[in-house]
């Protein structure tokens, strides 16, 4: 009967996954209708003759209606087409397909460091409740800005101590390039390990400031529901049993808390999609933060909003994913 009931709910989380994802879209195609920025006036140049703008909306399609500009963009969007950009002349796919992987592998390294920070100030706030590191250390990451936290992580890591460098993924000139495009895979996979030595030396710094905001955000939600987990009467069955207080939680206290802290990754996988603008830029990390920043300092609107497309469209369908997840983790949650 449950598996029944978890096919239906990933049905409809499905078809609830493209209204959102089409509604993604019009809210893209209204914001690129109403920003104050003339595409055709980006192509031509900003000295361009009026009669060469005018050519150029035509060519884009801008003089259309508005609706029949929509239905093109669609059209485009189902096959991929995100548009050309006007400053590199490239599709705008082809400009993100340079530099999403170096994004994909930052967030995938920060997100890691931040499950791992979670989980240790879970623990250690509810095995150590009194600390006062701890709560030092949740209160600094969670009120810290993060281009502080780059900024002072450059300037006493790198500049003072020297331990880490000041960005870029690799200072290798001849870092293999496969089929991943992970450099910290790509060096294993050609057996280079001082490839991959060298990618973690430069990818440590970004993806622990990325880290630092939402692990803190996961480790009080999993705290929290840890909380009210080891109040429940299996939790001092277990205790009456003999069991410690580590034990507890390690064996029923983290899986019953699993689910909250789940949903809380799921937001936070959208900040860390938007704090990624903030951090490639001060570690010089060639990712679409990158990417994005530039385009916006060149009023490439085009660039942008692809970009927002990409991070948009994985938000919903990884937080989608985590749903069923949720599901499939814990029996407790209903169906109907």
């Given at each position: 009967?449950?598996?029944?009931?978890?096919?239906?709910f990933?049905?409809?989380?499905?078809?609830?996954?493209?209204?959102?994802?089409?509604?993604l879209?019009f809210?893209v195609?209204?914001?690129?209708?109403?920003?104050?920025i003339?595409?055709?006036?980006?192509a031509?140049?900003?000295?361009?003759?009026?009669?060469?703008?005018?050519?150029f909306?035509?060519?884009?399609?801008?003089?259309?209606?508005?609706?029949?500009?929509?239905?093109h963009?669609?059209g485009?969007l189902?096959?991929?087409?995100?548009?050309?950009?006007?400053?590199?002349?490239?599709?705008?796919?082809?400009?993100i397909?340079?530099?999403?992987p170096?994004?994909?592998e930052?967030?995938?390294y920060?997100?890691?460091?931040?499950?791992?920070l979670?989980?240790?100030?879970?623990?250690?706030?509810?095995?150590?409740?009194?600390?006062?590191?701890?709560?030092?250390?949740?209160?600094?990451g969670?009120?810290a800005?993060?281009?502080?936290?780059?900024?002072l992580?450059?300037?006493?890591?790198?500049?003072?101590?020297?331990?880490?460098p000041?960005?870029?993924?690799t200072?290798?000139?001849?870092?293999p390039?496969?089929?991943?495009?992970?450099?910290?895979?790509?060096?294993?996979?050609?057996g280079?390990?001082?490839?991959?030595?060298?990618a973690?030396?430069?990818?440590?710094l970004p993806?622990?400031?990325?880290a630092?905001?939402?692990?803190?955000?996961?480790?009080?939600?999993?705290r929290?529901?840890?909380h009210?987990?080891?109040?429940e009467?299996?939790?001092r069955t277990?205790?009456?049993?003999?069991?410690?207080?580590?034990?507890?939680?390690r064996?029923?206290?983290?899986?019953n808390?699993?689910s909250?802290a789940l949903?809380?990754?799921?937001?936070?996988?959208?900040?860390l999609?938007?704090?990624?603008?903030?951090?490639?830029?001060?570690?010089?990390?060639?990712?679409l933060?990158?990417?994005?920043?530039?385009?916006?300092?060149?009023?490439?609107l085009?660039a942008?909003?692809g970009?927002?497309?990409?991070?948009?469209?994985?938000y919903?369908?990884?937080n989608?994913?985590?749903?069923?997840?949720?599901?499939?983790?814990?029996?407790?949650?209903?169906?109907?």
């Amino acid at each position: 009967m449950r598996g029944s009931g978890i096919l239906r709910f990933a049905l409809w989380r499905t078809l609830g996954l493209v209204v959102v994802l089409i509604a993604l879209t019009f809210v893209v195609f209204v914001l690129r209708s109403v920003i104050p920025i003339d595409p055709a006036r980006v192509a031509a140049g900003p000295n361009a003759p009026a009669a060469q703008v005018e050519a150029f909306r035509v060519r884009l399609g801008l003089d259309k209606p508005i609706l029949v500009q929509y239905e093109h963009y669609l059209g485009d969007l189902a096959h991929g087409n995100l548009g050309t950009s006007p400053i590199t002349h490239n599709p705008v796919r082809t400009d993100i397909g340079q530099f999403l992987p170096a994004s994909v592998e930052l967030i995938a390294y920060a997100l890691v460091l931040a499950l791992g920070l979670a989980l240790i100030l879970a623990l250690g706030q509810t095995l150590l409740p009194h600390s006062a590191w701890l709560r030092v250390l949740l209160v600094g990451g969670a009120s810290a800005p993060i281009f502080l936290t780059g900024l002072l992580a450059l300037y006493f890591l790198w500049y003072k101590l020297h331990w880490f460098p000041n960005g870029g993924r690799t200072n290798i000139s001849d870092a293999p390039t496969g089929s991943t495009r992970f450099l910290t895979i790509d060096g294993l996979v050609a057996g280079r390990p001082g490839v991959t030595i060298n990618a973690l030396w430069h990818i440590f710094l970004p993806a622990l400031c990325l880290a630092i905001p939402p692990g803190v955000a996961i480790g009080r939600q999993l705290r929290s529901a840890l909380h009210n987990v080891l109040r429940e009467d299996y939790a001092r069955t277990a205790r009456s049993k003999g069991l410690t207080e580590a034990q507890v939680v390690r064996r029923h206290g983290l899986r019953n808390a699993a689910s909250a802290a789940l949903s809380m990754t799921g937001l936070q996988i959208g900040m860390l999609f938007a704090t990624i603008l903030i951090v490639e830029p001060i570690f010089s990390w060639p990712g679409l933060g990158l990417y994005t920043v530039q385009a916006l300092g060149q009023s490439d609107l085009t660039a942008v909003l692809g970009v927002a497309v990409i991070f948009g469209a994985a938000y919903v369908i990884i937080n989608a994913l985590i749903d069923v997840g949720q599901v499939l983790l814990d029996p407790r949650i209903t169906l109907d």
